[in-house]
């Protein structure tokens, strides 16, 4: 996900973590312990939600002329940025430089298949 669809998406899930507490404080419903429920489960999937998107992520990173390798990001952009970073910084002449292609978001798979190009 880019930076702005996750700012996006955190701010409806703020939005609508604020609108459900409100309305658990101020249930007076007759079957109150059911509804109670139902918006504790809610809650807990929104503030679960929530924690995945501000917290970092691991990402593939993918270098132009082949290779791979991992790095951390809350984000795709900070994932590049962060890759950069760490794999670009020119200190070793006696190889070429590396350039990042581009970054995705790892998956258990995807290492998987990625590390049987060294058996």
Do not use: Q
């Not at 996900?1 to 996006?8: C, L, N, S």
């Not at 918006?39 to 082949?66: C, D, P």
């Amino acid at each position: 996900m880019t930076k702005a669809a996750i700012t996006k998406e955190i701010n409806e899930i703020e939005a609508r973590i604020y609108a459900l507490s409100s309305v658990a404080v101020h249930s007076v419903t007759t079957d109150h312990d059911d509804k109670c429920d139902t918006i504790n489960t809610m809650l807990e999937e929104y503030h679960a939600r929530h924690h995945y998107l501000i917290g970092s992520k691991e990402y593939m990173v993918h270098f132009e002329g082949g290779g791979w390798n991992t790095c951390y990001g809350v984000n795709k952009e900070g994932a590049f940025e962060n890759a950069v970073k760490a794999f670009c910084n020119g200190d070793n002449s006696k190889h070429a430089p590396l350039v990042v292609k581009s970054v995705s978001l790892a998956s258990a798979e995807g290492i998987e298949a990625a590390m049987r190009l060294f058996y």
